[in-house]
Nanobody
Framework: QVQLVESGGGLVQPGGSLRLSCAASVSISSISAMAWYRQAPGKQRELVAG???????NYADSVKGRSTIFRDNAENTVYLQMNSLKPEDTAVYYCNRQPPRSGYWGQGTQVTVSS
């Protein structure tokens, strides 16, 4: 069973930065695409950013230009660097395949952007 463990969230002021990590219990080198998702209170889970094995990336318009997704296949880890954070970035962040698979959801990591 695949386990994905997200970390790196926290409380940050508007304009601040965070780097989220997603550590996989299996090799991700053969997984064609991994992604970060987020779910804010009262809202549906949404795609934030995705990355293929060929390092091709895609981003939600809301984070484009402020976020970078990258993967370290040797460490079986996917990262999300988030800069210029806004209060509307507040959510629980998850990683999964792209498209997501139900058995891959982890506990997520909470990101709160507030002054």
């Amino acid at each position: 069973q695949v386990q994905l463990v997200e970390s790196g969230g926290g409380l940050v002021q508007p304009g601040g930065s965070l780097r989220l990590s997603c550590a996989a219990s299996v090799s991700i080198s053969s997984i064609s695409a991994m992604a970060w998702y987020r779910q804010a209170p009262g809202k549906q889970r949404e795609l934030v950013a995705g990355i293929t094995t060929g390092a091709r990336t895609n981003y939600a318009d809301s984070v484009k230009g402020r976020s970078t997704i990258f993967r370290d296949n040797a460490e079986n880890t996917v990262y999300l660097q988030m800069n210029s954070l806004k209060p509307e970035d507040t959510a629980v962040y998850y990683c999964n395949r792209q498209p997501p698979r139900s058995g891959y959801w982890g506990q997520g990591t909470q990101v709160t952007v507030s002054s």
